[in-house]
């Protein structure tokens, strides 16, 4: 019987960049993510497959998904060959944490009895390939969902969501590179450092009262919240036009804050909502203006990711 394994996607309520120089991040896992299914091969080499993306490697190509393949297999206990086929719902490059989300289910399925911390230390070996250096608040958050407050080298900490927080994403339209993004803002912080460190400490004290207001159920306030943060991000040079044109929308047809999540330059926005019918309202702003959307909510105390799993490969 062959194992199979889900991991979410996440959503950065506040504090995206800053986390990476050490400022802590609320985050937030949503139900879309990725999904893993293993089964052992009587001989190598192990292969991938990514059925909607047309992707089918082995750890010795050299394409980027090989690698992360690889550097994962290579991280693991595993030594069986095994096809791993992986399923995505989330867009890559839309700031929603879809390499994070596939390197974490793909590492559940390979070691199905691993704890978080294994299959998120797995995980990252997987994700450097891709982003660098990133901060680890992606893979943090696929393997664990619920909503916390990460930063780099602590322990996760959780956040007790006091009533629902009701969420829409939308997709910019533009794929975008989280280590270009990344990147870009290190070279940013060479030539204006004050400028950027300032930034970083504005978005330090946002993310505290916001992770406050979570706790109070105070909803308002994290959406004032979510608007000021927006507002540095777009000083940072991260937000686009039609990022800024969505936040617009989502804020006119009632959200209580609105700004990019993930790395920006594209990618996602999101938006808090009080109600279903202010969701159906940012959401139809959204479509007639050509952005596709999707409603989610953060239920309070969920803490674990749906782990499902047969019999280890
Ligand atoms: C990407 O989802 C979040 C960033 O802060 C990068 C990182 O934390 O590694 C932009």
């Not at 009533?163 to 533009?174: D, E, F, K, T």
């Not at 036009?241 to 920006?264: D, N, Q, S, V, W």
Request: aromatic letters at 4%; proline letters at 4%; charged letters at 20%.
């Amino acid at each position: 019987m062959a194992a199979t394994a889900h991991a979410c996607g996440k959503v950065i309520l506040l504090g995206e960049h800053a986390v990476v120089y050490g400022v802590p991040a609320l985050a937030v896992g949503i139900d879309r993510g990725a999904r893993a299914r293993a089964s052992a091969l009587d001989e190598g080499p192990s292969r991938l497959v990514i059925g909607g993306w047309n992707v089918s490697v082995r750890p010795d190509d050299s394409h980027d998904l090989a690698r992360a393949f690889r550097a994962l297999l290579d991280a693991s206990s595993s030594t069986r060959p095994l096809t791993v086929d992986v399923e995505a719902d989330l867009p890559p490059g839309g700031g929603l944490g879809c390499s994070a989300a596939i390197g974490v289910a793909i590492a559940r399925v390979i070691e199905p009895h691993a704890s978080a911390e294994a299959v998120q230390a797995l995980a990252m070996a997987w994700e450097r390939v891709f982003h660098g250096n990133p901060s680890g608040v992606d893979a943090a958050v696929a393997a664990r969902g619920g909503c916390v407050l990460y930063r780099k080298g602590e322990a996760l900490d959780t956040v007790r969501v006091r009533g629902p927080l009701q969420l829409c994403i939308g997709n910019s339209g533009l794929a975008s590179s989280t280590k270009a993004m990344v990147d870009g803002l290190a070279r940013l912080r060479e030539r204006k450092h004050d400028l950027v460190e300032r930034s970083f400490e504005a978005i330090r004290t946002l993310v505290s009262n916001a992770r406050l207001a979570v706790e109070a159920g105070d909803r308002s306030t994290l959406g004032r919240l979510m608007d000021l943060n927006q507002m540095l991000l777009g000083g940072l040079f991260l937000s686009t036009p039609e990022i800024e044109h969505m936040c617009g929308l989502a804020r006119e047809a009632g959200a209580l804050g609105a700004k990019l999540t993930g790395a920006g330059g594209g990618g996602c926005t999101v938006a808090l909502v009080p109600s279903r019918s202010t969701a159906d309202a940012v959401l139809s702003a959204w479509r007639r203006e050509g952005f596709d959307g999707f409603a989610t909510n953060v239920a309070a105390d969920v803490m674990a990711v749906p782990h499902e799993s047969g019999a280890a490969p």
